[in-house]
Nanobody, 122 residues
Framework: QVQLVESGGGLVQAGGSLRLSCAASGSLFSITNMGWYRQAPEKQRELVAAITSAGSTNYVDSVKGRFTISRDNAKNMVYLQMNSLKPEDTAVYYC????????????????WGRGTQVTVSS
């Protein structure tokens, strides 16, 4: 079973940047398409960026051109570089398995980690 630990969140002013990291345990990681999800208060969790095991990426329109997802299979890590942050990006961010082309959660996904809080002030 893969365990996920997210880190790198914090408080940043609008226009600033953060880099989130997701550390995954287990041997399934390198063959799993992964994504970054976020959940704002009183809103449903949404998938904002996804990456295949080979490195192809997809993004939701609201973050295109601002966020970049990447991975290092040798280190079992997934990253989310977030630039030009906006107050509406404020949410708890999680990583998990994902369907890249459709930007939906994978049929088989891992137990959710605790996430990392991102707060963007105006």
């Amino acid at each position: 079973q893969v365990q996920l630990v997210e880190s790198g969140g914090g408080l940043v002013q609008a226009g600033g940047s953060l880099r989130l990291s997701c550390a995954a345990s287990g041997s399934l990681f390198s063959i799993t398409n992964m994504g970054w999800y976020r959940q704002a208060p009183e809103k449903q969790r949404e998938l904002v960026a996804a990456i295949t095991s080979a490195g192809s990426t997809n993004y939701v329109d609201s973050v295109k051109g601002r966020f970049t997802i990447s991975r290092d299979n040798a280190k079992n890590m997934v990253y989310l570089q977030m630039n030009s942050l906006k107050p509406e990006d404020t949410a708890v961010y999680y990583c998990n398995a994902a369907q890249v082309e459709s930007l939906t959660i994978a049929t088989m996904y891992f137990s959710w980690g605790r996430g990392t809080q991102v707060t963007v002030s105006s």
